[in-house]
């Protein structure tokens, strides 16, 4: 079946470090693949999106690429800030016009100054 | 400003009430989908709609019930509510149309505790 998964947390950082929160997946078809984040006692935004093999999803400085290889997307920033900490959810489609969503278990990140 | 509006941040119910959740969109979208999340679990899936008076089961629907008699609107139901059902509810809409999928607008959550 269609599933994801995510390194567990709590990921623990000092600003200005380099993050990696690592997602791998497994799925029938060709799914696209989404990084969902949360932040506290907020509902789930989306931060960034790729729909095809070798496609790179960014947005406000997080990045992930659609490895078809490694079945894998892996979330990365090059410095954190405080202002990330928050919980993040990789998640995977493989229809997109119901758009059912299947989510991984979330990693926590805390940023510390 | 589009939102997914969810009528009530906490909620504190007794075991064996009858608890509605609502939720409403004003994005004419034509999917919407209730989750719960709890810690280590992530988000399951209860119960989503691709149109009106459709419903579709999830994951774990058990103990839930749904209802969507208007297009922005998406009602979950506990029949009886269980202290095992004490969780953040999460509602979601997407549109069913789009030519690559931009995944879900979510609504802030209702925590609801069962006691």
């Known amino acids: 079946g269609n599933s994801v998964t995510q390194m567990e947390g709590p990921v623990t950082l000092s600003e200005e470090a380099f993050l990696t929160i690592n997602c791998t997946y497994t799925a029938t078809g060709y799914p696209s693949l989404f990084w969902y984040v949360q932040y506290p006692g907020e509902g789930l935004q989306l931060l960034l999106k790729?729909?095809?093999?070798?496609d790179k999803g960014s947005n406000k400085g997080f990045e992930a690429t659609y490895r078809k290889e490694t079945t894998s997307f892996h979330l990365e920033k090059g410095s954190v800030q405080v202002s990330d900490s928050a919980v993040y959810f990789c998640?995977?489609?493989?229809?997109?016009?119901?758009?059912?969503?299947?989510f991984g278990t979330g990693t926590r990140l805390q940023v510390f100054p | 400003d589009v939102k997914v509006t969810q009528s009530s941040r906490y909620l504190v119910k007794r075991t064996g009430e009858k608890v509605f959740l609502e939720c409403v969109q004003d994005m004419d979208h034509e999917n919407m989908f209730w989750y719960r999340q709890d810690p280590g679990l992530g988000l399951r899936l209860i119960y989503f709609s691709y149109d009106v008076k459709m419903k579709e089961k999830g994951d774990i629907p058990e103990g839930y019930s749904v209802s969507r008699e208007k297009k922005e609107r998406f009602s979950l139901i506990l029949e009886s509510a269980s202290t095992n059902q004490t969780s953040m509810y999460l509602c979601?809409?997407?549109?069913?149309?789009?030519?690559?999928?931009?995944?879900?607008?979510f609504g802030s959550g209702t925590r609801l505790t069962v006691v």
């Open positions: 998640a995977l489609s493989v229809s997109y016009n119901t758009d059912k969503l299947i």
């Open positions: 790729a729909t095809k093999a070798d």
């Open positions: 979601a809409s997407s549109s069913a149309w789009t030519e690559n999928p931009y995944g879900y607008t």
